[in-house]
C-alpha cells in the first residue's frame, strides 16, 4: 500500500507564499506516473490545482496559473506546490493525489484519474 502525506500549510495573510510538499511512501513506491494538487473549499466540489509527470511535464488550472509551481524530486517521490501571491480565494483544504498511470492532460484534471490520495492540508488566506 502507499500513503501520501503533505505538509506546509497554514494560515498566512494575502499576497504571502506557502510550499506545500507531498511524499509517497509504504510498499511498492515506484515512481509515480503522475502527481498531481486538489482542493476543495467548504461546501464545493474539489478542484484541480496542478499536476507534474515523472518528466517535466506540467499543467495548472487557470485559478492558479503565473501564481502557483509544482516541481517533483522523483528520487524521493515528492511533490511541491509552490504557492505565490495568494489571495482568500486560495483558502482551502489542500490535496495530495498520485497515480502510476499515465494520464493526459485532459485527464489529469479529473480528481478519479488518482488511485492515491492525502489526508490533506489547511490553507487558509486572511484578508
Known amino acids: 500500500q502507499v500513503q501520501l502525506e503533505e505538509s506546509g500549510g497554514g494560515l498566512v495573510q494575502a499576497g504571502a507564499s506557502l510550499r506545500l510538499s507531498c511524499a509517497a511512501s509504504g510498499r511498492n513506491t515506484a515512481v509515480m506516473a503522475v502527481m498531481a494538487w486538489f482542493r476543495q473549499a467548504p461546501g464545493k466540489d474539489r478542484d484541480f490545482v496542478a499536476a507534474?509527470?515523472?518528466?517535466?511535464?506540467?499543467a495548472y488550472s487557470d485559478a492558479v496559473k503565473g501564481r502557483f509551481t509544482i516541481s517533483r524530486d522523483n528520487a524521493k517521490n515528492t511533490v511541491y506546490l509552490q504557492m505565490n501571491s495568494l489571495t482568500p480565494e486560495d483558502t482551502a483544504v489542500y490535496y495530495c493525489a498520485a497515480t502510476r498511470t499515465s494520464r493526459t492532460m485532459l485527464h489529469s484534471t479529473r480528481p478519479y484519474e488518482y488511485d492515491y490520495w492525502g489526508q490533506g492540508t489547511q490553507v487558509t488566506v486572511s484578508s
Open positions: 507534474g509527470w515523472s518528466g517535466v511535464l506540467t
